[in-house]
């Protein structure tokens, strides 16, 4: 009974060992394989032959290794640019970049592509993915909107070159995205001209930040028509008649509690039950007072 009790304890002592011997194992036989793949790459970074380097970056591409891809496929692109593989070439070369998220140089390539290969196997693609990665590399919209309105520009000429394209409904959604994010800066730039009020800076006139919030408004809804934001445009474009008015000197007055009057009719016209509708009404009220006083 002693006896069976020592060769348990021994037993237990001895599986935790042989536990941490497979794991070393394990973490050898995986370093060895490491250290493999980076000699194959290596060997292929020196091999002077460029098909060989072509067939190996495809192999990477397929098992998702895009970083040795790229460089692989830069390499035969620079140098063969124009040759029987290059095209292809070039289009895995963009969707590496794309397939890592570097939108940016991923947008280059595919517009070097359907630049250089105007009627090649992928430039239906690539000139959807050149405005996608666009699209997908747009900034904020308090920033510079200079790659919004490239994006917006590409998507409208890949659809109106590929009209029957599968990817036309994900091309138009992606553009009217992008046009929602432009409306939201004009938004934003209108709300702030309307919070600085009668602020005056510089040689501006009293109520300029509201005529400058008009301006804006109408701006975006010539636009922007359809946007999600047009209710929020035509509120601030009311608001800032109204406070016009009622700060008007008496000769401009009259003339300006009218176009009030007008802006508040297209307001309810449009949105009769709408989240401003309120106090919208409040201040219609007061100037309809005035007028008639």
């Known amino acids: 009974m002693f006896k069976s009790f020592s060769i348990s304890k021994g037993l237990i002592t001895f599986v935790p060992k042989l536990q941490k011997m497979k794991l070393k194992i394990t973490g050898l036989l995986l370093l060895s394989l490491l250290f493999a793949a980076c000699g194959e790459f290596n060997n292929v970074l020196k091999n002077p032959d460029l098909d060989v380097k072509f067939e190996y970056a495809k192999k990477y591409f ?104 599968e990817m036309r409904k994900k091309a138009e959604d992606s553009m009217f995205e992008l046009q929602e994010k432009l409306a939201l800066k004009e938004l934003m730039a209108a709300q702030l001209y309307y919070k600085l009020g009668d602020y005056v800076v510089m040689i501006s006139f009293p109520g300029a930040n509201y005529s400058s919030c008009i301006i804006t408004s109408q701006n975006a809804l010539r636009s922007y028509p359809n946007s999600k934001f047009r209710e929020e445009f035509m509120n601030l474009i009311f608001k800032s008649k109204y406070e016009m008015a009622m700060s008007s000197v008496e000769e401009k007055k009259d003339i300006r509690f009218r176009d009030v009057v007008d802006e508040y009719h297209n307001y309810a016209n449009e949105y009769p039950e709408g989240k401003y509708i309120k106090d919208i009404k409040k201040m219609y009220d007061k100037v309809e007072k005035e007028l008639n006083n």
């Open 62 to 165: 397929d098992q998702g290794k895009y970083g040795r891809t790229a460089t692989l496929m830069e390499e035969y692109v620079q140098s063969r640019p124009h040759s029987s593989k290059g095209e292809e070439a070039l289009y895995l070369l963009a969707r590496s970049y794309y397939e890592m998220k570097d939108y940016s140089t991923a947008a280059e390539y595919f517009k070097m592509y359907y630049t250089r290969f105007r009627a090649g196997e992928y430039t239906e693609l690539a000139r959807f993915y050149s405005a996608y990665c666009l699209f997908l590399d747009s900034p904020d919209p308090r920033l510079d909107q200079t790659t919004t309105y490239n994006a917006i520009s590409q998507f409208l000429d890949f659809i109106e070159m590929y009209p029957q394209s």
